[in-house]
Each structure stands twice: as C-alpha cells, then as structure tokens.
C-alpha cells in the first residue's frame, strides 16, 4: 500500500510498545498473505512443468526423414495425419508440427473473487469479511503456435474491475478502532501486457486439444476516486479534537483518525469520503495479471482456432473465457511426393549430407538438456518505485545485483525451448527512500492537511541473496544462417526475500517533543526528540544530531514481503556451437529492472547422429 496515499497511524494514540506490536502483527499477516502468493506461483509452476513432460508422452515429434522412425511407447492415438491412409476427418491438406505467426483476441466477460479467496491477497482483511471484486477482461496480441499443438504470446489486455468491497480495521484507539470499507464509484480500468504459454495435454481427433493455460503479466492501476465509509467508535466533536468519544455527539460530529477527521452522516454513526484507488491496491502502483487455465482448443478451420478456458484469474476464478486465434500462412507446403511417402526427386542425389546442412546439424525435433546461465549485472532504472513497497513515488531508486541459474530444458538445437531453473538472485547495492508518519506542524489546526514527513533512506549492510525457481520459455523469431537464432526469451517464477538486516536511516525535521505528540517542529529540542518512520514507531533522536540508524531487514522493501518477483522479457541470440550445445546471449527487462547482457549455455542430450 502506497505510503503517499493511506493515511497512517499517529504515536499518539498509542504507546511505543503497543505501536511496535501493533506493526509486527501486520508485518506477520502481510507475510502470511504473501506466502501463500508464492507457494501458489511455485505450485503452479511445478504443474505446468508436470504438463510439459507428460506432452512430450503423449504428442510425438515429428521425425525427420534422414532419421530411422522411432516408437513412441506412449502414444495410444491412431495412427498421424502424415500417414496416407489418414484421408477422413483430415482437417487441412498439411496439419504439420510446426509454429506459424498469428494474432489473439480474447474476452473473459465475468470473473470474480470467492469465498475468503481476497484474504490471500489483500492487506489487513479478514475472513470474517473477506473482500469482493468483480470484473471482465479484454486482451489483443501476437501469438507463435502450431494449428494444434504448443503456443506463446504477449498480449495487450484491458483488465475493468466493475465492483468491488474491501472492509480493513481503522486505526485502534484502545480497545475500539473505526471500520474502513472501499467500494467503487465507477469502473476501474487498468491497461497492461501480458505473456502466456499453452501446454498441450491431450488430444481428441485431430481438431480438439485440451492444455493448461498459464499466463503472467503487469497492469497500471489508475488513480481515480473510490468511495470510503468510516464507521465508528471512536467518534469526535469536530474536526480538530484529540478526544475520542464512544457515541456520536448530539449534533455534528466525526469518525475516523484524529489527524484525519470525516464528517458524520446526519442520524448514523458512519462518514463517507473519497480516496485513491491506489488504496486497495495489494501491489501498490502496479496489479499483476496472473492465469492458470485449464484450456480446450477447437480447430475449426486452417488457419483459425478457438480456445475456451476457466480457472484463476488474479485475485479470482473465471468460469468461461473465450479466445479466438488466427495463424497466417498455413496453407499447404508439402509436396505431393512427401505425402506419399516417395523419394523427393528435388532431393540431393545419391542421398549425399551437405556437410553444414541445417537440418542434419539442428535437426527439427525435441531434445532434454541442461542449461546454466549467469547475468553479471542487473540494475533498476531511476523511477521505478512500482517493484518495491512504499518507496516515494518520485523518488529516483537505486539498485543492482547479479544472477545465477541451473536448471533442465527442452529444446530444439536451433529452435523452440522451454525448461525450469534454480535461481539465486543477488542484490550487491540499494538506496530507496522512503517517508516517515505525518506530524502537524506547530500553529497551524490538526484538521487541516498540511503535515510534514520524516525522509528514510534503505541501504544495504551486505550483499542480499534470494534463492527461487523460474519457469522460461523461448520463442524463435527468424534464423541466420544454419547456427545463429533470434528469438525472444520469456521468464517467470518466485524468489525467497531473505531477512538479511539492511540499513534504515531517518532523517527529520519533523521531530517531536514526546512520543505522544501530534506536533511537528523543525529544529531538535534541546534535550532531545523524537522522530517517527512509516510504521509510526518513535525513535530517540540525541541533542546535536538530525537522525537515527534503526534495524529493517530486507523483506520491508520487496512488495510482496516474503516473495521476490522473477520475470523476464528478454531479446535473445543462440549460437549452435555444437549439435548438443548452443550458447545463448540475452537483453532486456529482468525484474525489477533491466540488464545489458545475459551468457547460458544449454546441453541436449542424445542428439547424436543415428
């Protein structure tokens, strides 16, 4: 939740004993929620890898012709399309397993969050009232797929959340505290991209296939007015009061934080208000787009194909979304002497291998392999405050680090890929600023918005590590050559945000004479004050000195707590070096930021000529 837009809690309402477990407590739910968050992304990713093996099974590769055919053991389907006899329900002329360009729409018109579903997600909610949000999805994109078969695509989506209720406790006075409930005012539309993979899992007849649809992405949450209700107690007077009352006063009135006072509806014990969108939102400025789908896809003509889909869709479930996916130039390419299964006489004659001939050095057929990689640097542009917590929004952000990967994949010498890595990721230097609780500066009435905010700066003691596990699919884009591949290499998956302790320094002014002071002053008292982070917790700030040094461990800065985002979006380059090994040099996004040059080499095993 944005620091800059949630209105935080005051010392004074409580002690500095009470204020620090009141932090711990939340820091603990929020941990909670989020670990769940991850546990659900590594399942996930553990299932579309289970999906992908039980493919390779179930859906033969088609061998090449200078390879001697092989059984597949697994495979209980009738015979291929390729054979001749296969003339009846043969849906085109040359349904080949192979990847053609091709375009996406998509709709998803209703999904929902159920049951206590929103409590994994959504800050400081309760099962007692869990939150509930409606919506529709609208998506456009690029795809690279097979008639019926694998597929990868980035898309353009529209995400509108049309209602929604998220209920959280107010600040505590006491044993009482106000009851905050968010709804909308208007429809909420975010604009974001998205990449998804399809993972085929079994097929029926040669028209209907039925996968596991997984997609991951980022939407920018508007800021836009939505509706707050305060309900009481504590209630007060009028709007510059610090005393709090159990019941509404006869006339007038107000509910909600002293510091931030809302009027009383005449004849009820509740105020009502408008805030920022930016509220409600989990992942402060940014929503993720998450999906994990079962899918059916129907063939229906050539070139076009419909998928129909329900699952999780981020923060719910969807009971029907519909895709519809056209594939250019999939009109018929083999030759009559291919179908017939008869020497091509365009054929070198005699049988004679070229000796760089592409398709005996990158035969087109899937392997099993290993690969490891390293990213020397990575580093976070200036103004990306949306990948951490509470960080100024317009702040620069400084921070680098570097990573490790090893993993197993499933690739073609030069094409298609896809595998799962253990990643170490490592952060060498930060610096993020934050602010601190708002004080009211002396002279001017507590009603009024005009407070002033300590400056906190998070740096690194140590070099942090975060151990995770990605998914990474590569999508070939054109070839030069026999040996070099473009391509584009997408990356999803979850880290471990390590506890490793970190620097937090604050700096005032504003400091106080007590930790029960709602007063600001700019210069230190003579024998010393006190000065507040975004936790509201007080700290002892000596005569002669502007600050303190407090303890933060790193799991403060990451937005989701315990879990580490890991996304990549990358150009990519492989070099055949070998028929079983390729190098692979990448650029691009690597979250939560960029980097210039990533180096992994991949090992095929068994691509021996036989």
Not at 25 to 32: P, T, Y
Not at 430 to 446: D, E, H, K, Y
Not at 493 to 501: D, I, M, V
Not at 528 to 548: H, K, L, M, Y
Request: hydrophobic letters at 40%; glycine letters at 12%.
């Amino acid at each position: 939740m944005s620091s800059d837009t949630i209105p935080q809690a005051h010392p004074g309402l409580t002690d500095n004993s009470t204020n620090a477990a009141g932090t711990e407590s939340r820091q603990e739910r929020v941990r909670r929620m989020y670990g769940r968050l991850s546990a659900s992304t590594i399942v996930c990713a553990l299932w579309l890898g289970f999906a992908a093996s039980a493919d390779a099974q179930l859906i033969p590769s088609v061998t090449p012709v200078f390879d001697r055919p092989a059984p597949f053991t697994f495979n209980s389907r009738a015979a291929s399309l390729f054979g001749a006899s296969q003339i009846v329900d043969r849906p085109t002329s040359d349904l080949r397993p192979r990847f053609y360009w091709g375009v996406i729409g998509s709709v998803a018109p209703s999904w929902s969050v159920p049951g206590s579903m929103g409590t994994w997600f959504f800050e400081e909610v309760t099962s007692a009232s869990p939150p509930k949000m409606n919506g529709r999805d609208l998506r456009i994109g690029l795809v690279r797929a097979r008639q019926v078969g694998f597929e990868l695509g980035i898309s353009f989506v529209r995400k509108t959340v049309t209602s929604f209720m998220v209920a959280r406790d107010g600040v505590p006075f006491g044993n009482t505290a106000s009851r905050w409930t968010y709804t909308a005012l208007n429809d909420m539309q975010m604009t974001g991209v998205d990449a998804h993979l399809v993972i085929p899992i079994a097929r029926f007849g040669e028209r209907v296939q039925l996968g596991i649809l997984g997609a991951g992405g980022f939407a920018r949450i508007p800021d836009v007015p939505i509706q707050l209700r305060v309900d009481g107690p504590p209630f007060y007077a009028d709007a510059t009061s610090t005393v709090a009352l159990g019941s509404p006063p006869a006339t007038g009135g107000y509910v909600g934080p002293y510091f931030l006072p809302v009027p009383l509806v005449p004849g009820t014990t509740y105020g009502l208000t408008t805030t920022s969108s930016l509220d409600i939102a989990p992942t402060d400025y940014v929503w993720l787009l998450l999906r994990g789908q079962l899918a059916a896809d129907f063939l229906v003509a050539r070139p076009l194909k419909l998928r129909v889909a329900g699952g999780f869709n981020y923060p719910g479930m969807q009971a029907i979304g519909i895709d519809a996916v056209y594939l250019f130039r999939t009109g018929a390419r083999s030759s009559a002497a291919k179908i017939a299964n008869t020497p091509d006489p365009t054929a070198a004659p005699g049988g004679l291998q070229i000796a760089d001939r592409p398709q005996v050095l990158a035969p087109r057929r899937s392997y099993w392999g290993v690969v490891g990689g390293v990213t020397p640097k990575w580093w976070t542009p200036s103004g990306w405050t949306h990948a951490f917590k509470n960080i100024n929004f317009d702040s620069p952000v400084a921070m680098e680090g570097r990573e490790f990967r090893i993993g197993v994949t499933r690739g073609r010498p030069l094409g298609k890929e896809f595998g799962f890595s253990f990643v170490q990721k490592s952060v060498t230097h930060f610096s993020l600023l934050r602010q601190g609780a708002s004080l009211v500066p002396a002279g001017f009435p507590i009603g009024q918005v005009t407070s002033t905010q300590a400056l906190i700066t998070l740096t690194e003691l140590e070099t942090v590590r975060m151990p995770g596990v990605d998914f990474h699919a590569f999508v070939p884009v054109d070839r030069i050559g026999s040996r070099i591949q473009l391509g584009v290499l997408f990356g999803i998956g979850a880290a471990y945000t390590s506890e490793t302790p970190i620097r937090k320094r604050i700096e005032g002014p504003p400091f106080a004479s007590s930790t029960t002071s709602p007063r600001g002053v700019t210069t230190l008292p003579p024998g010393g004050g006190f000065i507040f982070d975004e936790n509201s917790q007080a700290f002892f700030v000596a005569p002669g000195q502007t600050g303190v040094d407090a303890s933060a461990r790193f799991v403060e800065v990451s937005s989701l707590q315990s879990g580490f985002l890991l996304a990549r979006a990358q150009g990519a380059v492989d070099v055949l070096v070998a028929p079983s090994f390729k190098l692979r040099f990448t650029a691009g996004v690597n979250y939560p930021g960029a980097q210039l040059v990533g180096i992994e080499g991949i090992y095929l095993f068994g691509t021996g000529q036989r």
